[in-house]
């Protein structure tokens, strides 16, 4: 193989590709192994939330020279997935899979990477443990942190201090967002207080805007939510002249009068960064776990709905996130009146992954 | 639960009657349409989220709301009358034809309808009914739309119609007993053709009042199963028109029940809460199906019945 290679004309690539390496580092290597990067989301690309925040990332990530971008949508957790991508992979020459649902890691992603070895799959949660195949990893965002600053700005928005929450499921991931926003709150308003309506599922649009309704009609002047998509809540708070506050992807051309901010991911910094590991031949990270600190978070540009206090506010609120200030410190208690934590919490202590319940001033139970 | 919290629930149990019912109301009236007739047309879900897509297409592009519903109602009047037809062809089951025309009616509202998720379309307006009411919760609960008494009206007239008029006259004998129809010189398939597709229309003036009211948004989660759970509501209010609007109020009332609770801070047990509609249909129908006008009520053609 060796000696079969030492061509003229091998040497002579090899040279150029040499020069070109020491020039631009990954164009040279994605002209020889061409990256193509499969994308699987369980819903529309364009929902306003979960599925549009990835849809964006991929949509920056297709600017990025050497790179193709394959796509597929409302890809059931069943498997439906399973086809997905052995034909991204057989059909289209992926190498690298982004599942991105909860429900796509076991068994799914996990057979997969067991049959595909020489293909990368990341999965969008904090699932991957030591001991699952090597080629598959997670990558994950505590979106609780830009939820702290939606509830930092909506203290200082609203006139009454009650923020309304719609959510989904009570999951430690969405309890820690309700947390989140009533600690934000708190911190710039102490009497501050969230009420919360569970709709027990993901997408169900007509529950989600009775629930904005009867949190607006229990006196919550800021609504918010942690729902599939949040299109509807968003415009039932506008619709009824209160102010909202987004999840997931930008929502604020839904509420041009009363958007304040909104917690979003900024996936394109783990595609980027995996995109990159691709290019240069290097190992994809099995486990990256993001924040505000390494700039996987940000939060959707101030609208109507913000007071200058409140950005100013928020905005501080982003530069102490950045620095790793902690959102839980210790003693809360839960709103039954049980101490839940009793120190202070770094923002990405694995105990905190286990939330089971909301803090005193949140109204609202998980059961 | 103070006197107030008890004001909020029942105030909300009111508000959610008038902003829920009136898809479910629509669609049943649809069916109630359809059924009497002789035929099932299991396919207004399809016809409801193609509704409500080329509602808000409609509204988008043309810049009405209400040219938007009428939009809706046709595309929901070809989905039926394709539905009619086919049903005529021999050896057809309608009840198959129908799932088959739900998922095609869906696949082309998701097909056609995404370039239409982003925009913001005008919708249609409420008129303020609780203006003198000084409670904000009051004049909230009676922004009322006009498809809402739109609806009503159709209800008392069809009822009307069923029994007075000669149209009425031949629905019903072609849904009792097609073979009396023949002999009366009546086609049948052509009453029931006229029947599947005014009823497909009014399932999809019902989809266009989620994307342009309530709700107020397309996108592609926004049916969930309310032209299913319509259908089934009519076999409750026993093919009766009026009854299938009480039926939807209920419905709605019983739908808003669970964020209500939560929001006067009942909040344990909202899974149960939220199951209550499904619950209460349940026993009504237990409860209404074991007499034996239940089963006389039914129009005799009907597949499931025969």
Redesign the interface.
Known sequence: MFTSSLTRRSLLKAGAAGAALAALPFGAARAANPIVIGAVYV??R???GWNQAHATAMDILKQVPGVTVIEEE?VAETDAVTQSMESMINLDQANLILATSFGYYTPFVVEAAKKYPNVQFRHAAPLWKEGDPKNAGSYFGYLNQAHFVNGVAAGLSSKAGKIGFVAAKPIPSVLSNVNSVLLGARSVNPNATV???????W?????????S??????GCDVITCHV??P??VI??AE??GVKSCGHNASQA??APKGFITGAEYKWETIYKIYADALATGSELPNFIAGGYHNDMLRNTPYGAGATPEAIQAADAAIAGLKAKKPIYVGPLKDNTGKIVIEGTMDNYDPVLDGMGYLLEGV???T? | MSQGDLF?VF??LI??AI??STPFMFVALGECLTEKSGRINLGLEGNLVLGAMVAYAGSYTTGSPWLGVLMAGCSGLVLGAMHGYICKLPKVNDIAVGIAFMSFGIGLA?FFG?PY??P?APRLEAIPLGGWSSD??VA?ALQVNPLFFLGIALALFLRWAFANTRWGLILRMTGDSAASARAMGVSVDLVRLLATAAGGFLAGVGGAF?SLF????W????S?G?GLMAVALVIFARWDPIRCVLAALLFGAA??L???L????V?????FF?AAPYILTLFIMIASARSKSAAREAPGELSIVK
């Open positions: 819903g529309p364009d929902d306003f409302k009420q919360v309506i569970f709709t027990g599922e997408s169900l649009p007509v529950r989600e805007a009775e629930a309704n009867a949190l607006i009609d229990a599939d998509g299109k509807v415009e039932t619709a009824r051309p839904l109204q609202g139970s059961t | 909020i105030i909300a508000g959610g902003r829920v998701f995404k998720i982003q913001t904000p919760l909230q989620l309530y709700p107020g948004s996108n592609e989660g926004l969930s309310q739908g808003a669970g964020p209500s939560q929001s006067i801070g909040s344990q047990g909202y899974y939220n």
